[in-house]
């Protein structure tokens, strides 16, 4: 999984409790990404990083934020988190070379909000 | 809003047949288009790439057709094998873009 882990990998949860996964690389990327990943949604990115403390937000951030303190990690806060929120959670990397640029995708995390 | 439209949902094939995996788009500021390949418990890996400038690109088995006044393209996976069953996704960037956008993915199952 190209030096990328996920932290927990899996977790069950109640609904309106504040929840943190976390993603830690060894690439040194320049780039990270969380996506969630749905039956009949494919992937969709939640947020996304291109440095230390630079975030931007992707088309489902809504309920999502995030932060990233050191290039290596990239942490995703459910603030109060919903049934909705449900769902495989993935992180990815790039290089940041351009738009032929491939991510690589850490193993998941499987969250179950009750 | 599904910028890439993926079909079909799900596939079985037999061993040996060739399935194959249809996409289209609308945004033509896109130009690059990945496959990815995602084993049950996994993340998604690369598979193979495309440009648009380019109408076929082989790597082994696996080979993308590219339609550029069509907006569509394709993956075929020549002499299926039982350990090609996995989830496919197409995707599409735009230069110099970070984000990739998804299709919704095909789950394949070739059986012996």
């Known amino acids: 999984d190209a030096g990328i882990t996920q932290s927990p990998r899996h977790k069950v949860t109640e609904t309106g409790t504040p929840v943190t996964l976390r993603c830690h690389q060894t690439?040194?990327?320049?780039?990270m990404y969380w996506y969630r990943q749905d039956p009949g949604h494919g992937l969709r990115l939640i947020h996304y990083s291109y440095g230390v403390k630079d975030t931007d937000k992707g088309e489902v951030s809504d309920g999502y934020s995030v932060s990233r303190s050191k290039t290596e990690d990239f942490l995703l806060t459910l603030e109060s988190a919903t049934s909705s929120q449900t769902s495989v959670y993935f992180c990815?990397?790039?290089?940041?070379?351009?738009?032929?640029?491939?991510?690589?995708f850490g193993p998941g995390t499987r969250l179950t909000v009750l | 809003q599904q910028q890439v439209k993926q079909s079909p949902q799900s596939l079985i094939v037999q061993k040996g047949g060739i399935p194959i995996i249809n996409c289209a788009y609308e945004?033509?500021?896109?130009?690059?288009f990945p496959w990815y390949q995602q084993f049950p418990g996994k993340g998604p890996a690369l598979l193979i790439a495309i440009r648009p400038d380019v109408s076929e690109k082989k790597e082994g088995r696996f080979t993308i057709s590219f339609n550029k006044s069509a907006k569509q393209f394709s993956l075929h996976i020549m002499d299926s094998q039982p350990g090609d069953s996995a989830t496919y996704f197409c995707?599409?960037?735009?230069?110099?873009?970070?984000?990739?956008?998804f299709g919704t993915g095909t789950k394949l199952q070739v059986i012996p």
């Open positions: 995707a599409a960037t735009s230069g110099g873009y970070q984000k990739v956008t």
């Open positions: 945004n033509t500021a896109f130009d690059y």
């Open positions: 690439e040194n990327h320049r780039y």
């Open positions: 990815a990397i790039s290089r940041g070379q351009g738009g032929t640029d491939t991510q690589y």
